[in-house]
């Protein structure tokens, strides 16, 4: 299996539990890894063989940019499933990161695998 990766997506968005965050957007950062196997691509030189991570980039933003969810483990859960349904995925790896979620902390968030 090959993987088709999607490195630092950074999506705007409504999330969060406390008053504050429901009436802002948060930049989300996003890394994502999704298994797939390139060689008809590869052979065929033919993006229609391929996991084609401009398509699901769009649908990202798209998804994610109009969520409203509380918690970044309901939205990543989400996230892989709509990955791994819509672009018929078999394993993703995903790593949600809300920057700013902690004083001192440059980086904090989720990391799921799926499949």
Known sequence: MDIVYIKGLEIKTLIGIYPWERQIKQ???????????????????????????????????????????????????????????????PWVKLRLNKRGALRGAKDVGVMIERG
């Open 27 to 89: 930049i989300l950062v996003f890394d994502i890894e999704m298994a797939t196997d390139i060689t008809k691509a590869a052979a065929s030189d033919d993006i229609k063989y391929t996991l084609n991570y401009k398509a699901v980039t769009k649908r990202l933003i798209e998804f994610v940019g109009d969520s409203q969810f509380l918690l970044v483990e309901t939205l990543a859960e989400k996230v892989a499933h709509l990955i791994r349904q819509e672009f018929n995925v």
